[in-house]
């Protein structure tokens, strides 16, 4: 059972950290230089974008906090209704608090951050002035 936990735990935690990369279109310049050439650009003009001081991705602690508070909110409305129905409504929406709380912020913990506009800028343009057309960004 624990090790189950973990294996679960440890892919969750992969699957958070993952990073985005952007989608370049096939124009002439990415079709003459071929995939592997075109991810060796990728991940070179974002390293340039780390050292000009752009962040791969925006703040995290801001996204779990919100998580955590609105999980919270709606965990303890369900909760007050639930315990509203058995009689026991505080003690519902307590519960449900604390579970509403503790799945919004496992969410926003493991949840994948979109990186800023300042690197996603960066990498773009750097990108562009290599021959590339970049579409956006998965």
């Known amino acids: 059972m624990k090790r189950n936990l973990l294996l679960c735990t440890v892919a969750l935690v992969l699957a958070g950290c993952s990073a985005h990369k952007p989608i370049l279109y096939s124009n002439d310049h990415y079709r003459q230089v071929g995939t592997e050439a075109a991810e060796s650009d990728i991940n070179a003009c974002m390293a340039l974008a780390k050292e000009a001081g752009a962040s791969p991705s925006q703040g995290k602690t801001a996204q779990t906090a919100t998580g955590t508070v609105a999980g919270g909110a709606v965990g303890s409305a369900a ?16 519960v449900g608090a604390a579970s509403g709380a503790t799945a919004g912020f496992l969410r926003g913990l493991f949840r994948r951050s979109p990186p800023s506009g300042a690197f996603t800028n960066y990498v773009d343009r ?9 579409t956006g960004w998965e």
């Open 79 to 94: 909760g007050a209704v639930g315990g509203a129905i058995l009689g026991h409504p505080g003690r519902g929406a307590m």
């Open 126 to 134: 750097c990108l562009r002035e290599r021959g590339y057309d970049p």
